[in-house]
Nanobody
Framework: QVQLVESGGGLVQAGGSLRLSCLAH????????IAWFRQAPGKEREFVAAIDWDSRPVHADSVKGRFTISRDNRKTTVHLEMNSLKPEDTAVYYCAAGTAISVRWNEYEYWGQGTQVTVSS
């Protein structure tokens, strides 16, 4: 069982930065792969980035070079550093835990409640 709690969302101007955190309550956190997804109103949930148990990252093309995912197994936390934010990055951001890296949201077992990111132009 894994409980995930996101934090760090907010309102930022275009070009600004935010750092999202996903705190996992789990004794087996280090064995899970963790991903970030986002969902804007009226749109499907979209893969953003993922990091496997060995800290190997994967980033979606739409955020490559701007977002960076990282994890700290001792603190059972995954971060998403977001720079050069654009209005189209506006969405609710969710972290998810699973046993394999995937860009498909339905392949992750556990989800957080989400945190809102709003980028103004």
């Amino acid at each position: 069982q894994v409980q995930l709690v996101e934090s760090g969302g907010g309102l930022v101007q275009a070009g600004g930065s935010l750092r999202l955190s996903c705190l996992a309550h789990s004794q087996t956190f280090s064995s899970y792969d963790i991903a970030w997804f986002r969902q804007a109103p009226g749109k499907e949930r979209e893969f953003v980035a993922a990091i496997d148990w060995d800290s190997r990252p994967v980033h979606a093309d739409s955020v490559k070079g701007r977002f960076t995912i990282s994890r700290d197994n001792r603190k059972t936390t995954v971060h998403l550093e977001m720079n050069s934010l654009k209005p189209e990055d506006t969405a609710v951001y969710y972290c998810a835990a699973g046993t394999a890296i995937s860009v498909r949201w339905n392949e992750y077992e556990y989800w957080g409640q989400g945190t809102q990111v709003t980028v103004s132009s």
